[in-house]
């Protein structure tokens, strides 16, 4: 059992009685750091099944065959159609266009610079590209960068595993209020609510 979970386990009995049997917050990371490339990534992403959302993805990668990844100067000046053609809605085209431009404006800043930058700072900068929600910067937070206290209180599966465990119902601003005693591992404690509603977490 790790800090989290016993930090989590002191903090709340309902906890205590849950955690034990079940897989514990998994620490480590996976996937890109670069906040530009994951944040094209969540754009094609949005709204597809997985199968789907990773064939258009590659299909727009290979629009760009010299690299693994286009720079922001490159799908700024992508031809729409062909961006269509590989399956981008028009929505999503001004999307990853708009992270991209961002990108070059320095809103959005590299992963070593944004890496010094507070979460709400990160949630402020990110999402103020098109298309991209506070929900999505948390999963990036949370699963990318691997930010322990990130409580995604409008994330409906965090709020009824929240629900479930606790034997009470939560808006989201209860949810945030009560979840004050679950720092510095708010992370952790969004994990195991969604293994309490038995669903896959956005991250595993």
């Known amino acids: 059992?790790?800090?989290?979970?016993?930090?989590?386990?002191q903090?709340?009995?309902?906890?205590?009685?849950?955690?034990?049997?079940h897989d514990?917050?998994?620490?480590?990371?996976?996937?890109?750091?670069?906040?530009?490339?994951?944040?094209?990534?969540?754009?094609?992403?949005?709204?597809?099944?997985?199968?789907?959302?990773?064939?258009?993805?590659?299909?727009?990668?290979?629009?760009?065959?010299?690299?693994?990844?286009?720079?922001?100067?490159?799908?700024?000046?992508?031809?729409p159609q062909s961006l269509r053609a590989a399956g981008l809605s028009r929505q999503k085209i001004a999307a990853v266009q708009d992270v991209a431009q961002k990108r070059l404006d320095g809103?959005?800043?590299?992963a070593r610079?944004?890496?010094r930058l507070p979460d709400d700072e990160i949630i402020a900068r990110l999402t103020a590209a098109r298309g991209v929600g506070r929900w999505t910067v948390e999963m990036y937070l949370i699963f990318t960068l691997g930010r322990p206290d990130v409580l995604p209180i409008d994330d409906l599966g965090v709020r009824k595993g929240a629900e479930k465990?606790?034997?009470?119902e939560f808006t989201p601003k209860e949810l945030g209020a009560f979840g004050e005693r679950w720092g510095p591992w708010r992370s952790a404690a969004a994990w195991h609510c969604w293994r309490a509603m038995d669903t896959k977490t956005p991250g595993a």
């Open 1 to 9: 059992m790790g800090e989290a979970e016993a930090h989590l386990m």
């Open 107 to 110: 809103v959005i800043p590299l």
């Open 165 to 168: 465990i606790f034997k009470r």
């Open 24 to 79: 514990p917050f998994p620490l480590k990371t996976t996937g890109s750091k670069d906040p530009y490339r994951s944040l094209v990534r969540a754009v094609v992403f949005q709204q597809l099944s997985g199968k789907a959302a990773t064939t258009i993805f590659n299909r727009v990668l290979a629009l760009f065959p010299e690299k693994d990844f286009p720079d922001p100067e490159e799908l700024l000046g992508a031809d």
């Open 113 to 115: 610079a944004m890496s």
């Open 11 to 21: 903090a709340s009995k309902p906890f205590a009685r849950f955690i034990p049997a």
